[in-house]
């Protein structure tokens, strides 16, 4: 099936830097969502994206979708401790119901 | 969006017995569906549930192990049958109304001992 590659699996960073997370794939999207879950919750999402080039925030969040529709970013700026969570991006391919893929998340930690 | 709740939050169960999940949105929504989260792992879904038809299943996952109802527009189970160590994970139930956006559930933490 398709795949949507996130990586690295895990980032650490210091609270007040920024990061950037990439999520890449072989296959053209129409839309890409970006969710966060943090322990014991389900998915919450932070961002939809529906057409290439599209960039969209939320707070300190950005996220953009990418001009060749198979990829796209999440930038949080000044980071705080509570950004630790799984960041997920998510893509649903053309056609009428098509269900989404997921990405396997990148873990965000957050050193205060 | 909907608000989604799943009952019950976290069970632990005995190997060979069923537990059934629920799932209520807080309004009617186009498509309902469930999905699996082994631990650690990203999220696998297991089908969609239809609205007073048979649930469409991904591929690995049968209706005799996952059998799936949704009566109506807002409220769908899943049934995980027979249990088995390999069931331990977080069953999510999620919604859209075809406005491309998903939600999710908070989740069923099961434990199979």
């Known amino acids: 099936g398709q795949q949507l590659n996130q990586s690295p699996q895990s980032m650490f960073i210091q609270e007040g830097e920024d990061v950037s997370m990439n999520c890449t794939s072989s296959?053209?999207?129409?839309?890409w969502l970006w969710y966060k879950q943090e322990p014991g919750e389900g998915p919450v999402l932070l961002i939809a994206?529906?057409?290439?080039?599209e960039l969209t925030s939320n707070g300190r969040l950005t996220a953009q979708f990418g001009i060749t529709r198979k990829d796209s970013f999440l930038n949080i700026s000044a980071s705080i401790p509570s950004d630790v969570g799984i960041y997920f991006c998510?893509?649903?391919?053309?056609?009428?119901?098509?269900?989404?893929?997921f990405g396997k998340g990148i873990t965000l930690s957050v050193r205060p | 969006s909907a608000v989604i709740s799943q009952k019950p939050s976290r069970d632990i169960c005995q190997r060979g017995t069923s537990l059934t999940i629920q799932c209520q949105v807080d309004?009617?929504?186009?498509?309902m569906f469930w999905y699996r989260q082994q631990p650690g792992q990203s999220l696998t879904l297991i089908a969609t549930?239809?609205?007073?038809?048979?649930?469409?299943?991904e591929s690995g996952f049968v209706i005799d192990k996952f059998p799936i109802s949704r009566p109506n527009l807002t409220f769908s189970t899943l049934t995980v049958s027979n249990m088995s160590p390999e069931d331990s994970s977080i069953y999510l139930c999620?919604?859209?109304?075809?406005?491309?956006?998903?939600?999710f559930g908070p989740g069923t933490r099961l434990l199979v001992l």
């Open positions: 309004s009617q929504v186009t498509m």
């Open positions: 994206l529906y057409k290439a080039g």
């Open positions: 998510a893509g649903r391919l053309p056609g009428a119901n098509s269900k989404l893929t």
């Open positions: 296959s053209i999207f129409n839309t």
């Open positions: 549930a239809n609205q007073g038809s048979e649930a469409t299943y």
């Open positions: 999620s919604e859209t109304t075809g406005q491309e956006t998903q939600y």
